[in-house]
DNA sequence: AAGTTATCTGCAATCGTTTTTAGCAATTTG
DNA sequence: CAAATTGCTAAAAACGATTGCAGATAACTT
């Protein structure tokens, strides 16, 4: 039950404790062979506080997702486990989109972890700007901030995957296309929006400000945000939503109100989704690879864990693709791949 | 940057570490106003690790999921970080369904955590029986160990959801009712399927051995338990598949072999989901509340943490309800909810 | 066999707290 | 006014490991 503690061990044996931490730590000793059985009989195990203590390590990493619930997040989250291999365990932290806990979570943070990878809900809290004066390294995911230019960051190439949902619906005929946006404050809400004026630009399509709606990324924003495009007297035919959840309160809206997608709304979403194929109809997305983009935010954290910020920080990109599916009518412009689905790629990382 | 020390303000204030350590706790000190000062002065935050190395505490708690991607285990995270406040931080483990890697998981958290949430991927592993050993307290979700009855477990009201699901299908005029089963070795596998044999029991069906296949909770077994069911020489024409995965495996097979659903295969699932309502067609399942699993667990664990062993385990139980929608057929036999799902309210929590 | 070097060992200090102990000053009490 | 009580305080001993240092064995030299 309650841990022999390593004086124990050293005792039993009759060597004294540094012989004992030596023989843990991989040094050659004479008694290694009674060692080894006196651990085992006595069921040790080293006390990782006091060994952090000394060391001033943690083998912590926090990871702090707005929501945890939401599968993007959680395949970061996935996949920044993957590549922690078994030196670093995870914290996470899922803050529920509340400014406030996520605030309050940073701020213990000082001292339990040798690390962090941070999907900021919001990114103009203050706790953000102390994350400088703490200890260990941060690396931003999906969204950073942006007098903050001193992390790394692992993004989407959102102008791309935003620039090329739209003009795959402009090769649809549409020309009236709206697009349901994220916080034009965050990274990502803010790029989407960008590529998405990109390409209405290229095409020579003039923008229709009422077009652009601007929500919150949940579920409910997106359904209201779609109920007062259906509501406009001049209703778009196509729209372009900003991430997978309020694709989803879009769906919910159109399904509700009756309008037929994709014949009297053609609809693209950003973020693909395991479902995406079976919903009703099945839905055109912006892919990326959010499991990738977990384990690259992990690897460079651990880089710089290891070797410290003797380099420059990293700005990194992940690839957007485009997965066509039919909730933008069916077209056969685009190669078919082996998994069936039919991807027009888009950028290169960097 | 480098952290200021306990005594660093001791010194500047001109008194000793533990007049400084009684200020942090509370205690009335003579100088409490320098004190407090000095310690915003130098930035100062206690060590963490040297305070649980003198406390014993890790102020921890370990959460083990088979699988952070599905949403049915990440709704269970989310609910054990709610109840846990700002008391504990969470560590999360997410195996991929390895058990390997999950019993490597078990090993080293030890030590470092004051408790552990755990939702078993196997129930069979070596480690798990060395849990009894371990210092602190246990609770399992979803699923048990069969011969560890000393742990708190809080589990889904398995056997009454899936009768619910099965007597729904007989109701709608089937008898040729298959299930797609988990792992008879698993708690939710098992007694789903005990609920659906009860069920033709009941409405005096006799077993049909071909349509009771056994798969593994994934999309892949799902689709190929589906596939299988198919081939068979006289098919069923209603299935009640046993988790979220697998109900997607199904319906991606049903799909690409062109079987209508609902009316030449009726399909109820098990666990809910923001994107059921929104496949073709809307799919009618059990559902119970994860959040409230996971938000049990913590607090049963918390207790325990706190108070220890002084109560016998727990064995608490969430409700299972019918969410009809359309792929199992229309009817019109429930009522309404306010939120425009007819449920059908079955199993009381103990 | 003696001298030199290479290994291994125990002692003691250290990491940054908390907590027990004993002591001192100020206040209250008989 | 002495004695008892109260209210803080500083010093020191934990908590359980790691590590530099110097001494003790052991293993090579010649």
């Keep these: 039950m309650s841990n022999a503690t390593i004086s124990d061990v050293a005792k039993k044996v009759g060597v004294s404790e540094s012989t004992v931490s030596r023989y843990l730590s991989g040094f050659k000793v004479r008694n290694s062979e009674s060692i080894r059985k006196a651990i085992k009989d006595l069921n040790y195990r080293p006390n990782i506080m006091a060994r952090n203590l000394k060391s001033g390590k943690t083998g912590m990493v926090a990871v702090i997702v707005p929501d945890i619930t939401n599968p993007f997040f959680a395949a970061v989250v996935r ?4 590549a922690a291999g078994d030196e670093y365990m995870l914290q996470l932290i899922s803050t529920g989109d509340d400014p406030v806990r996520e ?3 940073i701020r213990r943070l000082n001292g339990r972890v040798d690390g962090l990878i941070y999907v900021p809900a919001k990114e103009d809290s203050d706790a953000i700007t102390e994350l400088e004066d703490y200890a260990f390294p941060v690396v931003f995911v999906d969204r950073v901030i ?3 230019s001193s992390f790394d960051s692992v993004l989407a190439d959102n102008q791309t995957g935003a620039t090329l949902a739209t003009k795959h619906l402009i090769d649809h005929g549409h020309s009236a296309i709206a697009h349901i946006a994220g916080p034009s404050a965050s990274t990502p809400g803010k790029g989407r929006t960008e590529g998405y ?3 209405l630009k290229k095409a020579k399509i ?4 009422d077009y652009h709606v601007e929500s919150d990324f949940t579920v409910l924003g997106g359904y209201q945000a779609m109920m007062s495009l259906l509501a406009l007297k001049k209703r778009p035919t196509a729209v372009f939503v900003g991430n997978n959840l309020m694709t989803i309160g879009a769906l919910k809206a159109l399904r509700e109100s009756k309008v037929n997608v994709p014949n009297e709304m053609a609809v693209i979403g950003f973020d693909d989704h395991e479902l995406s194929d079976l919903v009703n109809p099945p839905l055109t997305v912006i892919s990326r690879d959010a499991h990738l ?3 690259l ?5 651990l880089e710089r864990i290891r070797d410290g910020y003797q380099f420059p920080p990293k700005q990194l990109k992940v690839d957007s693709n485009l997965v066509i599916r039919h909730s933008c009518g069916s077209t056969c412009l685009y190669r078919k791949t082996d998994t069936g689905k039919r991807i027009l790629s888009s950028s290169t990382s960097s």
């Design 103 to 105: 605030e309050a979570a």
């Design 206 to 209: 003039e923008k229709n400000h």
């Design 197 to 199: 004026f990109a390409a």
């Design 297 to 301: 935010a992990m690897s460079t954290l």
């Design 146 to 148: 942006s007098n903050l």
């Design 293 to 295: 983009q977990g384990a």
């Design 79 to 82: 996949g920044a486990e993957v």
